[in-house]
């Protein structure tokens, strides 16, 4: 007599309380070399850590969204420096009021084994938060905050979501994803090719301003993970710039610039995303080529010292 086939267990769920106990010890315990190795073997995270608290002691992490598949976990959330951000920078610089955002949203990816991280991946569009300073979805803020107490040391749910078992939509979902990127890549990104895969304006609005400056522009999948309705990539870029792109004329240089986005998926389409792609070291790269007349752009020495310890 033959068994019915139990249903395969996903690891997703205690991959999250780990990740969740990992906040709650950083958030109430500390940032030392002891805990951080404690929880994690990875150099990358270590460091991340250790440098935001060298600047930002006290520094809060408040999760925003996780979302797990097999032994990978992408969080996005909120960075609160709090308000010994300014009295801790470097003393060349005391006095001068910083202009920064006070929370600062990012996407992180974990991979993990044996209860502990061992490979991150982290991205933040600071550049754009801080030039937007407070600028953040107050949907957001206020989930940020609300999910801040839901990060206790039992690891318990997130979001009275407990990530159980495989959502039969999830092979549905990353097929979209990979449809849309094959069918965006290496071509010109026009509203009726978007509006096949996506009803969300936001990324459209950000295909464009990017496209903008890259027409083109290809986005390579390095990592999917998928859970229920969300579908998170982590990618990078391939392009050229051949037009103007924040306030740069065209350089022609081709680069590659990584990035990760969430995407929520809603009766076929992307019906909404949240993205982050490093945009400073994009501009910084771009600045760089050879010596042309510029348009004026703001230069802000105390953004840019922000950016530069990010």
Same mark, same amino acid.
């Given at each position: 007599?033959?068994?019915?086939?139990?249903?395969? /267990?996903?690891?997703?769920?205690?991959?999250? #309380?780990?990740?969740?106990?990992?906040?709650?010890?950083?958030?109430? $315990?500390?940032?030392?070399?002891?805990?951080?190795?404690? !929880?994690?073997?990875?150099?990358? @995270?270590?460091?991340? *850590?250790?440098?935001?608290?060298?600047?930002?002691?006290?520094?809060?992490?408040?999760?925003?969204? !996780?979302?797990?598949?097999?032994?990978?976990?992408?969080?996005?959330?909120?960075?609160?420096?709090?308000?010994?951000?300014?009295?801790?920078?470097?003393?060349?610089?005391?006095?001068?009021?910083?202009?920064?955002?006070?929370?600062?949203?990012?996407?992180?990816?974990?991979?993990?084994?044996?209860?502990?991280?061992?490979?991150?991946?982290?991205?933040?569009?600071?550049?754009?938060?801080?030039?937007?300073?407070?600028? /953040?979805?107050?949907?957001?803020?206020?989930?940020?905050? #609300?999910?801040?107490?839901?990060?206790?040391?039992?690891?318990? +749910?997130?979001?009275?979501?407990?990530?159980?078992?495989?959502?039969?939509?999830?092979? #549905?979902?990353?097929?979209?994803? @990979?449809?849309?990127?094959? *069918?965006?890549?290496?071509? =010109?990104?026009?509203?009726? !090719?978007?509006?096949?895969?996506?009803?969300?304006?936001?990324?459209?609005?950000?295909?464009?301003?990017?496209? +903008?400056?890259?027409?083109?522009?290809? @986005?390579? *999948?390095? =990592?999917?993970?998928?859970?229920?309705?969300?579908?998170?990539?982590?990618?990078?870029?391939?392009?050229?710039?051949?037009?103007?792109?924040?306030?740069?004329?065209?350089?022609?240089?081709?680069?590659?610039?990584?990035?990760?986005?969430?995407?929520?998926?809603?009766?076929?389409?992307?019906?909404?995303? &949240? @993205?982050?792609?490093?945009? &400073?070291?994009?501009?910084? $790269?771009?600045?760089?080529?050879? #010596?042309? $007349?510029?348009?004026?752009?703001?230069?802000?020495? =105390? &953004?840019?010292?922000? !950016?530069?310890?990010?």
């Amino acid at each position: 007599m033959t068994r019915p086939a139990m249903p395969q /267990q996903d690891a997703g769920a205690g991959n999250k #309380a780990v990740i969740l106990r990992f906040i709650d010890a950083l958030n109430n $315990e500390g940032k030392t070399d002891e805990i951080l190795e404690r !929880l994690t073997s990875s150099p990358a @995270l270590k460091n991340k *850590a250790a440098s935001y608290e060298a600047r930002y002691p006290g520094f809060q992490i408040s999760p925003v969204d !996780l979302v797990a598949e097999r032994d990978l976990v992408a969080i996005r959330f909120f960075t609160d420096f709090g308000t010994t951000a300014v009295a801790s920078r470097p003393t060349e610089e005391a006095g001068r009021d910083e202009a920064r955002p006070e929370r600062v949203e990012a996407i992180a990816i974990c991979r993990l084994a044996g209860g502990r991280v061992t490979e991150f991946w982290y991205e933040s569009d600071v550049l754009g938060q801080v030039i937007a300073v407070g600028g /953040q979805h107050p949907t957001d803020a206020h989930r940020a905050r #609300a999910n801040r107490s839901k990060t206790d040391r039992a690891g318990n +749910s997130f979001d009275g979501h407990d990530g159980a078992g495989i959502n039969e939509d999830r092979e #549905a979902n990353r097929s979209l994803i @990979l449809r849309y990127l094959s *069918a965006l890549n290496n071509q =010109e990104k026009t509203l009726e !090719l978007i509006e096949r895969f996506a009803s969300d304006p936001v990324l459209a609005g950000r295909i464009f301003a990017f496209e +903008s400056g890259f027409p083109g522009y290809s @986005l390579l *999948a390095d =990592e999917i993970i998928a859970e229920g309705d969300k579908v998170v990539v982590r990618f990078h870029t391939t392009q050229r710039h051949t037009r103007e792109y924040m306030g740069i004329p065209a350089t022609g240089k081709g680069f590659s610039i990584s990035g990760i986005i969430i995407c929520r998926i809603e009766k076929g389409l992307i019906a909404e995303s &949240w @993205l982050q792609a490093d945009t &400073w070291a994009l501009t910084q $790269e771009l600045e760089e080529g050879p #010596a042309r $007349e510029k348009k004026s752009k703001p230069q802000c020495p =105390e &953004w840019r010292s922000f !950016l530069a310890d990010l």
